[in-house]
């Protein structure tokens, strides 16, 4: 009998701290007669088991199996050893140690069991707008250190009381050592308050809250991640309001409704759309509107779609429960700025925006916006990774040394590296002022220490002016690794599929630096992980006032006409040209011409900004990627038709710009519908790229294409291509675990800066 008594001891690394691991083990032995102990660890959990063989191997068949729906087990270890002759089985205190590699859950929506106890007049926490259990609620965003206790989040403030601290203690309990488990005794409260801060009396703040959004107000409110403006999206002056004081002008807002019921009114949902609305993450899910719905036209104008998410607070749920069919759920910020996480920061930075505040005594250590999500293609794409996703890592094909990799400046995300795990972060935004480059740089140190990250390698941007590439360069101890934009680009792809062997990369965009000083973006480069060479791009054009032109593409309208007629353009009969002030086009043509402040572009996205001009969709954007984004929502599905386009052979393939926009024009004179015309652009670039591609696999022998850059946001082209290149036979890898735009950036820096250190 003694021979068949043995003793194991496992090591698990992933997420299993905060997500009912503990209390599944500890009913897992149990069930099987096990005696030991299980405890978490600064690695991860460790458990020691002990009795007979065949019930410690069934015990570990299970543990694989089915282990709690929030954990992750990315490692295992299981090791022989001695007896101890333990007495039963336990869960034990914490145990620190040297090494600090466990992965920390990302907050996920409240579960469907605390959900029914939220609605049950019975229940002890009813109505309680921070229910949770270990299946549920926040963790990133109030986590400080680890391990993943109490005193190390900001719950540590909050005493249990006696029947909350019952629960945490009972390994039966849902609730066992769920670090923000509270209740209205003991836990965090919310309060309404006006927009200096003044306390609104009332014997229940949310339904007043709900009773202020139903008369039109806005109301900023505190979730998990940070502060959400909020109004009622089926009132249009609400809706025009908060445009107006919050500065955004036409980018779309997100909106949030209860149910899947509310969303069907005024938007419609397929089959894998549900899936993500319903999933644990609760993102923003791109869904196609219905044309006639009660939602305001200024929600989301000159679009197609919808920003939709499910409630996924048990405060959200109380609020959308006074009948709502959508709500705006904005970030809470000024426009270009972070959102507001801290009370008095919300006050300060909101009171102009926001009539009222419903805010709570939990402090946010880490603000992080929603995630948004796009299903095009046949696969889910990340257009923003944020809450919901961020802390898990992208698990990588080897071992790389502890990097830290500072991004893009436009939509940036920082990536740490450690073994075969990259961990980035979530969305930071754009690094364009004081506010997010502080921002920036907390989420590098909290990251550093909460996965006990030291780098030795930091990779940054070629280009000398991001604050991102400034960040690096002041960094002294660690060896300096610049990596191309555009490089990063395919290598951030490359590193989700596990590809390290050499490919043709498509790395489309709206600009990034390129080696000979030009603006990159329309580009074929033939990429392996540590080196890349350009095979081809779209010849160069002007890009007169340099970042104005974003702002202003009817600057980039001029460049490619004055580039494809000279002088002649002016003799063209286009709206654009009878819009703009002549004295204001002149300026434009001097500055080509003497080549003032106009560096040049291979920019593909500046491309579809001049066609969109040029057609007369829009001359000004009051959001990055504005006009190409109506360009795709204008294009007519129906039509094949192409124009003539062309390439040069030179040190690299150059293709010409000229064809496409003489094109462009012939149609505006004949009168050709823009929806026409749209649609015949898009499928000229997809005829194109894909016809060159094929000489470049005939020269070079490659047939794995990779596809990246922000470009690929664009549903018609990312379908088209995939669907032209397959037809050709090649193997087509795209992003579906990072964002496709800068803000999957980070791990192609990553990535590229090992194989760069291990060459």
């Known amino acids: 009998m003694k021979e068949n008594y043995i003793s194991k001891k496992l090591k698990i690394n992933g997420i299993v701290q905060g997500v009912g691991f503990r209390p599944f083990v500890y009913n897992l032995a149990n069930k099987f007669r096990l005696k030991g102990e299980v405890a978490n660890t600064s690695s991860g959990v460790s458990i020691h088991i002990e009795g007979a063989k065949e019930n410690i191997e069934s015990f570990c068949s299970n543990l694989l199996k089915n282990h709690p729906p929030l954990a992750h087990l990315s490692e295992i270890s299981f090791n022989e050893k001695p007896v101890e002759y333990f007495k039963n089985f336990s869960i034990v205190n914490s145990r620190s140690g040297n090494l600090r590699s466990t992965l920390i859950s990302p907050d996920v929506s409240v579960c469907d069991d ?118 009622d999206a089926t009132n249009n002056d609400a809706v025009v309001r908060l445009r107006k004081r919050k500065h955004r002008e036409e980018k779309p807002f997100a909106v949030m409704s209860y149910g899947l019921k509310q969303i069907r009114e005024y938007a419609f949902i397929e089959s894998e759309e549900e899936k993500l609305l319903n999933s644990i993450q609760k993102p923003v899910v791109l869904l196609r509107k219905k044309e006639a719905n009660l ?127 990259a961990f980035i972060s979530q969305h930071i935004g754009d690094l364009e002022n004081l506010a997010t480059d502080s921002f920036f740089r907390l989420i590098i140190d909290h990251s550093k220490r909460i996965l006990d990250i030291n780098p030795e390698i930091i990779a940054c941007d070629l280009h000398p002016d991001y604050l991102s590439t400034r960040y690096a360069e002041e960094q002294h101890g660690v060896k300096l690794i610049q990596v191309q934009h555009h490089h990063a680009h395919i ?96 300026i434009i043509v001097e500055m080509i011409s003497k080549k003032i402040n106009s560096p040049l572009t291979s920019s593909l996205g500046r491309l579809f900004d001049g066609i969109a001009a040029i057609i007369g969709i829009r001359n000004n954007v009051s959001f990055e990627g504005q006009a190409a984004m109506e360009l795709e929502m204008l294009a007519d599905s129906n039509s094949d ?8 052979p030179d040190d690299t393939y150059k293709v010409l710009t000229q064809p496409i926009v003489c094109g462009v024009v012939k149609d505006m004179k004949a009168g050709i519908h823009s929806s026409r015309i749209s649609s015949k652009f898009h499928m000229t670039i997809v005829k194109l790229f894909s016809e060159l591609c094929e000489v470049i696999r005939k020269e070079n022998g490659l047939n794995r294409i990779v596809l990246s850059g922000g470009v690929f946001q664009n549903s018609i082209l990312l379908r088209g291509l995939i669907k032209a290149l397959e037809e050709k036979r090649f193997e087509v890898y795209t992003h579906s675990k990072v964002p496709t735009n800068d803000g999957g950036i980070s791990l192609g820096q990553a990535v590229v800066a090992a194989a760069i250190a291990k060459r």
């Open 114 to 231: 605390c959900l029914s106890e939220l609605f049950d007049p019975d229940d002890r926490r009813y109505q309680y707008p921070f229910i949770n259990c270990t299946n549920c609620g926040p963790r990133y965003t109030i986590i400080n250190d680890i391990p993943y206790d109490r005193p190390n989040t900001s719950m540590k403030d909050f005493k249990m009381c006696a029947k909350c601290k019952a629960e945490y203690d009972d390994p039966s309990s849902r609730r066992f050592h769920a670090q923000p488990n509270a209740c209205a005794d003991c836990g965090p409260h919310v309060s309404l308050k006006n927009n200096i801060g003044k306390n609104i009396q009332s014997n229940n703040p949310i339904e007043k809250t709900a009773s202020l959004l139903r008369k039109g107000y806005i109301i900023a409110i505190k979730g998990i991640g940070g502060f959400h403006l909020a109004a």
């Open 641 to 648: 038709d192409i124009y003539n386009y062309e390439w040069l």
């Open 491 to 586: 290598a951030s792809c490359m590193a989700e599929n596990k590809l390290d062997s050499t490919v043709i990369g498509l790395s489309f965009d709206g600009n990034g630096y390129g080696t000979d000083g030009c603006i990159w973006g329309g580009e074929i480069l033939i990429v392996e992980p540590a080196r890349f060479r350009r095979a081809a791009s779209l010849s160069y054009v002007s890009m007169p006032g340099s970042a104005a032109a974003i702002k202003e593409p009817w600057r980039m309208a001029v460049s490619y006409l004055y580039h494809a007629f000279g002088e002649e353009f002016w003799n063209l009969d286009l709206p654009l040209l009878k819009e703009i002030e002549e004295k204001n086009i002149k």
């Open 295 to 421: 939602l305001s036209r200024e929600v989301s104008p000159n679009n197609r779609y919808f920003g939709v998410m499910l409630a996924y607070t048990p405060l959200h749920y109380l609020i959308l429960d006074f009948g709502f069919t959508a709500l705006i759920m904005t970030s809470g910020n000024i426009s270009e700025e972070p959102m507001a996480i801290d009370n008095e920061d919300a006050f300060n930075r909101l009171g102009n925006i926001a009539d009222y505040f419903l805010i709570h005594n939990r402090d946010i250590y880490l603000r992080s916006d929603d995630s948004i999500i796009r299903r095009t293609a046949g696969k889910t794409r990340f257009i923003r990774r944020s809450r919901g996703y961020v802390p898990v890592p992208v698990f990588l094909k080897s071992s790389v040394p502890q990097i830290l990799a500072c991004g893009a400046e436009l939509k940036n995300t920082v990536c740490l590296t450690k073994e075969k795990t």
